[in-house]
């Protein structure tokens, strides 16, 4: 009976060496996907000097309002935010410039490393462009701009959401609010889906590509610092930009998951 008992216990040795291995095969996996609950990755989409690295650092709590951050940064610049809840967000923030550094950098997040949502930044023609730009920079040239960059954008995303096992979201965030107060509500409807804007239809475009199932889509209006300089409008305006991010960090979390 010896043998017999031997040969048992070198099964049963084996089943469990063979187990544990496949644990550790499985752990990276496993992790991966525990990570990617806890801090999903999230795109930040937009032609250069809408404020994509701006509002990064607003949501990552990595910057104050005051410090100062050059347009046109020509590499993906990448931010995590921290909860105490153990939550939060691994950001991707994608170079403007139409240049090679932009190409790979889309290839990554929507492709190699798919993210799990986007937030795309737009400026209703207000963007900030380089001191040494010698583009036109009419309010209009500008929104013609962030046309083309969403459209290249928009193929990107609806090619990711249609490979991807659970719907997508996008949130199109307007910035630089302040700086056209009294027209925020036109602004986003402007850009909202179904409005009839040459922006809209590109929107209800990437929808059909998608799959309107697939992809989920918010407008929200936005803005990372306080323009006036006087002492009360200051920090009024402090306040409600602080109130906006609040908003914009909430409605992540549901469409995440997190509440």
């Known amino acids: 009976m010896a043998p017999a008992s031997s040969a048992a216990r070198v099964a049963i040795g084996t089943s469990l060496a063979g187990g544990a291995l496949s644990a550790l095969s499985n752990a990276p996996l496993q992790f991966g996907h525990l990570l990617r609950g806890r801090f999903p990755t999230v795109a930040v989409t937009g032609m250069t000097g809408v404020g994509k690295t701006r509002l990064a650092d607003r949501l990552a709590r990595r910057a104050s309002v005051e410090s100062t951050v050059d347009v046109g940064s020509a590499t993906m610049e990448r931010r995590t935010r921290k909860t105490a809840k153990g939550r939060g967000f691994r950001f991707r923030v994608v170079p403007g410039d139409n240049a090679a550094t932009r190409l790979s950098a889309l290839d990554e997040v929507f492709h190699d490393d ?146």
């Open 114 to 259: 798919p993210v799990d949502g986007v937030l795309h930044v737009v400026a209703n023609g207000h963007a900030t462009r380089r001191a040494n730009a010698a583009t036109d920079t009419t309010r209009e040239s500008l929104l013609a701009a962030e046309l083309e960059d969403f459209t290249i954008t928009a193929h990107r995303i609806a090619s990711m959401a249609v490979r991807r096992d659970k719907p997508v979201w996008l949130i199109i965030v307007v910035t630089k609010t302040d700086l056209f107060s009294d027209d925020v509500a036109a602004a986003v409807h402007y850009y909202s889906p179904g409005s009839g804007s040459p922006f809209a239809a590109k929107v209800d475009e990437l929808r059909s590509l998608a799959g309107g199932a697939r992809l989920s889509v918010d407008v929200v209006p936005m803005y990372t610092e306080a323009q006036t300089s006087t002492g009360k409008e200051k920090k009024h305006a402090e306040r409600a930009s602080a109130h906006l991010l609040d908003r914009l960090e909430s409605r992540m979390a549901q469409l995440s998951g997190h509440v």
